[in-house]
């Protein structure tokens, strides 16, 4: 029996099968769950994922030192877009940890059918994964309930799955529930305004016979606010609903065809709702997600695999920032920040994987998109005068509803992996791909030129403004990468390398600077977002050792360290949010169904920054969790302290802390603290 609330196991792909480089396959059985409450960040953190903070369910993940859009994330296959020009309703927030039955990390050289529009990597989430019995008789087969505290926020979690099925339907449901209150760093301050609450829904009813399945999903969220420290607005609302259709078709020899078509729509507002960070001015954005995938899975012997694709992407947004009654600035008309924006996307692709003999695999795909975006005219809230000054929004819009708007891009990805076993415990892994990434809507069409417009555009967390740029170039990335992976008795190792030559990434430009004080602390720049050459490189090296086992249980240590370099090749400067050299050593012990961990990990300074960005530096630190957990019968029971010794440090990727700054402007814009010590506790009980 496999319960519905699961912990993920962590495997990497050395065996002769068609994995990729830098791929970390997570694979679980839910009636393993142990720490699967929350947000998916926690799971794929422990695969290599970095995370740009933002709100406690909305944070950015971070691939080889690339943020946001640069990464695919699909959610069960679909494409869900960012609808806020501060990214707060990401692709990842739109699904809980318990729901997730498996999570694919695809790092730099992904293949061509794993996804475009993405010069990082792919990260695949799945939760749709209908299970059936033997028997055709429509009967329970699982359930599962979850809670869980934490204390340093005062959080509590909840999860419910339950499963019905026989051998030709099954239906499930998938809920989750989380509340959590501002959380304390490690001095006992509170970190200002990084409270939400958060509910997901999800019903599967699928059918299947012997040679067909069809899985229908059905979801809905609803988070009534989301605090953003490092924003100038918080999430007064989001609200969306999702739908999936997929279906799947065995065909001869072997092969597979599967069609999906997805549908998103989000209703998200902006705002301020807690006295934390206080303001008055509403924001509200709409966005639709429409798209369909139709794949092909083809053995053309027994060595080699054909896989086709076509796939089509719609994505709908409008940005309005409602006027406020009786406001000279903000009003009388609505100011429209996105008017009708349209960014379709349309794909084919053809791979071929080939195993050549015992030693070599090789898999080689090319990808053609074609992006068009565009959008309407806009609107400033006014185009009066103020203080005898020209009104800069009301001249920027006028240029901007003179432009020719649409723009267009052809995109072709292309990837060679190939894999050779040097000996039975030996792999070396080699990859080289040309990937690129389209500009997306805020980034072309945000047209606001005042402090107050631009300072709403963003999601890097950095307390600056940004103004679009309609002849932007998509960006095109070139990367290398190499792995190899060890496997000898009690002993694991990998290592690997890549380097992406990436000719117009998106960065910023400064082109003007606001201070609201007379301290240089407080400035921050305005930036235009441009086309520059850069590059990015980096390594991480992973080991674990079986120590030892006895009738006092199986002990063992696991090591990891990472550094990533990135840097603009017109000046030579340092790149927004690379995390600095870190590492982890952890020592597990296992003794029955009692597993025990504890961990230590060590980030150095951060003093490569963007200046730019007026990126903050931060000091190095370490920290030390223990975790432990137990299995009786149907329950698992985990007690867990994460900062064991309290420790006070700054999140090197973690921006700056507005909230604290609306408090206290004295000190500048200072970064955002990690979480203190913290408490958790969480009981599963599967039935």
């Known amino acids: 029996m496999v319960a519905l609330s699961a912990p993920v196991a962590a495997q990497t792909s050395t065996q002769n099968k068609s994995s990729d480089i830098e791929r970390v396959e997570v694979h679980g059985q839910q009636n393993d769950n142990k720490d699967l409450l929350g947000s998916a960040e926690r799971l794929l953190s422990k695969q290599g994922v970095e995370f740009s903070q933002a709100g406690g369910l909305s944070a950015l993940p971070i691939l080889n030192g690339m943020m946001g859009d640069r990464i695919k994330v699909l959610i069960d296959g679909s494409d869900i877009t960012s609808s806020c020009a501060n990214h707060m309703n990401p692709p990842l927030s739109y699904v809980a940890a318990s729901q997730i039955t498996s999570a694919q990390v695809v790092a730099g050289v992904s293949p061509v059918s794993a996804g475009g529009d993405n010069i990082a990597g792919v990260i695949k989430i799945d939760s749709l994964n209908p299970e059936f019995t033997l028997t055709d008789q429509l009967t329970w087969y699982s359930g599962n309930v979850s809670a869980g505290y934490r204390s340093v926020s005062d959080t509590t979690l909840a999860s419910v799955n339950a499963t019905v099925a026989r051998d030709k339907l099954s239906f499930s449901y998938q809920g989750s529930f989380e509340d959590a209150n501002s959380y304390k760093d490690g001095n006992g301050d509170t970190v200002l305004d990084t409270l939400y609450q958060a509910q997901n829904h999800a019903l599967i009813a699928a059918w299947k016979d012997d040679t067909q399945q069809l899985a229908v999903k059905l979801a809905h969220q609803h988070i009534p606010y989301q605090g953003f420290a490092n924003q100038y607005m918080d999430m007064t609302n989001n609200d969306s609903y999702g739908a999936i259709l997929r279906y799947q078709l065995a065909l001869e020899d072997e092969g597979q065809f599967t069609a999906q078509t997805n549908w998103h729509s989000v209703e998200h507002d902006m705002g301020f709702f807690t006295p934390e960070k206080t303001g008055m001015m509403p924001m509200k954005t709409s966005g639709k997600d429409f798209s369909y995938q139709l794949h092909w899975q083809l053995p053309m012997s027994n060595d080699s695999t054909l896989l086709l694709g076509q796939e089509y992407y719609l994505y709908q947004l409008d940005d309005t920032w409602p006027a406020i009654e009786g406001s000279s600035m903000m009003g009388p008309n609505d100011y429209v920040n996105i008017n009708d924006g349209k960014r379709k996307r349309a794909a084919v692709y053809s791979e071929w994987q080939q195993t050549v003999n015992a030693r070599w695999w090789i898999s080689a795909g090319v990808r053609y998109e074609y992006v068009t975006i565009s959008t309407g005219e806009v609107q400033p809230y006014n185009t009066m005068s103020m203080m005898g000054m020209s009104n800069v929004n009301a001249l920027a819009a006028d240029q901007f509803n003179q432009l020719y708007r649409p723009r267009h891009d052809h995109i072709i990805d292309a990837t060679l992996l190939a894999r050779y076993q040097l ?176 961990s230590w990990q060590w980030v150095d300074t951060k003093d490569r920054v963007d200046n730019n960005r007026l990126e903050n530096n931060t000091d190095s630190y370490s920290l030390l969790n223990i975790a432990s957990s137990i299995e009786w019968q149907a329950a698992t029971m985990t007690v867990a302290v994460n900062n064991l010794l309290d420790e006070y440090y700054q999140l090197p990727l973690g921006g700056v802390n507005i909230a604290q700054y609306k408090q206290d402007n004295t000190q500048g814009f200072t970064q955002m603290n990690g979480a203190g010590r913290s408490v958790e506790l969480s009981v599963n009980y599967a039935f």
């Open 423 to 598: 000996s039975d415990n030996e792999i070396i892994e080699l990859g080289l791909a040309q990937k690129g990434r389209a500009p997306n809507l805020y980034e072309r069409y945000s047209w606001g030129q005042s402090t107050m417009a631009t300072t709403m555009i963003g999601w890097y967390g950095d307390a600056n403004g940004y103004v679009g740029n309609p002849d932007l170039n998509h960006e095109t990335a070139r990367t290398l990468s190499a792995a190899y992976t060890l496997v000898q008795n009690e002993f694991t190792a990998s290592a690997t390398a890549w380097y992406s030559d990436i000719n117009d990434y998106i960065d910023g430009n400064v082109i003007g600077s606001f201070n609201s004080t007379s301290s240089e602390l407080n400035r921050r720049n305005i930036l235009q977002f441009t086309n520059v050459d850069a590059t990015i490189f980096g390594t991480r090296l992973d080991a674990s050792y079986q120590l030892t086992e006895n009738d006092n249980g199986k002990w063992s240590i696991a090591a990891n360290v990472s550094a990533t370099h990135g840097e603009r090749n017109d000046t030579n400067t340092p790149l927004y949010q690379i995390k600095p050299l870190q590492s982890e050593l952890t020592l597990q012990h296992q003794l029955g169904d009692w597993n025990n961990s504890i």
